[in-house]
C-alpha cells in the first residue's frame, strides 16, 4: 500500500512515527498521525486544514493541546468521559490520581518512569502501528479509490481521520474540520480521461 503513498503522505507517517518516538509511545496512534498533518505546509491536507479554520499557529495549537488532554484521559474521547459521568464516574480525578501516584501523562499510553521522565525505546526501535492508525491508513485506501484518486495522499489520511471514531476525529469536528468540509475544499483529483 504504501507504493501509492505521494510524498506528502509519506512524510505524514514519517512524522507521526517520530512523533510517537519522541514521546515514548508503544505505537504510532491516530492522534500521531493527525500532529503530523499539523505540521504539512504547501500539500493538499495543509491547504484543507487551512481554508477550514486551522491556517494559524494558534489554531493548529489548540488542537495539538485537546489531542493531548485526550491522550492523559487515555484516549478517551470526550463523549466518552460524558458517558462515564452518566454512569457516577469522575475521568478527571481518575486521571488525577493516577498523575499524583505516577506522574503527569502516566494514562496516555506512552512509556513513563516514576517522576515523569519518558522510558525512551531502545535505539533503532521505532514503535510500530498501533490499531488506530492502521484503521487510518486502510481508510485513506478506501477514501482514494472511491474517490478514484491515482494515489494516496496527506488530504486522504485527513479525510480518514474526520470519518473514523476516536480522538482525532472528535478533536478535528470540534474544530470545524469534517469530511464534508475537507472534501468541498479538496476535491478529487480524477485520472486523464476519466
Do not use: N, Q
Not at 31 to 54: I, K, T, Y
Not at 103 to 128: C, E, K, L, T
Amino acid at each position: 500500500m504504501f507504493e501509492r503513498f505521494t510524498k506528502d503522505a509519506r512524510a505524514v507517517v514519517e512524522g507521526a512515527s517520530a512523533y510517537a518516538e519522541e514521546s515514548g509511545a508503544r505505537s504510532v496512534d491516530a492522534e500521531h498521525l493527525l500532529l503530523a498533518l499539523l505540521d504539512r505546509e504547501g500539500s493538499r491536507a495543509s491547504f484543507a486544514l487551512a481554508a477550514l479554520g486551522l491556517a494559524e499557529p494558534e489554531a493548529r495549537e489548540r488542537v495539538r493541546r485537546a489531542v493531548a488532554e485526550a491522550r492523559r484521559r487515555a484516549g478517551l474521547t470526550r463523549a466518552d468521559a460524558d458517558a462515564l459521568a452518566g454512569l457516577g464516574i469522575d475521568v478527571s480525578e481518575i486521571v488525577a490520581r493516577v498523575e499524583e501516584a505516577h506522574g503527569v501523562g502516566a494514562m496516555s499510553g506512552d512509556r513513563v518512569r516514576g517522576g515523569g521522565r519518558r522510558a525512551w525505546p531502545s535505539a533503532g526501535r521505532r514503535p510500530g502501528f498501533g490499531r488506530g492508525a492502521k484503521e487510518v491508513l486502510e481508510r485513506a485506501l478506501r477514501v482514494a479509490l472511491a474517490r478514484r484518486d491515482r494515489g494516496i495522499g496527506d488530504e486522504h489520511l485527513l479525510l480518514a481521520l474526520t470519518v473514523l471514531p476516536g480522538v482525532a476525529g472528535e478533536v478535528l469536528a470540534d474544530h470545524g474540520v469534517t469530511f464534508e468540509g475537507v472534501s468541498r475544499v479538496c476535491p478529487a483529483t480524477r485520472p486523464a480521461g476519466g
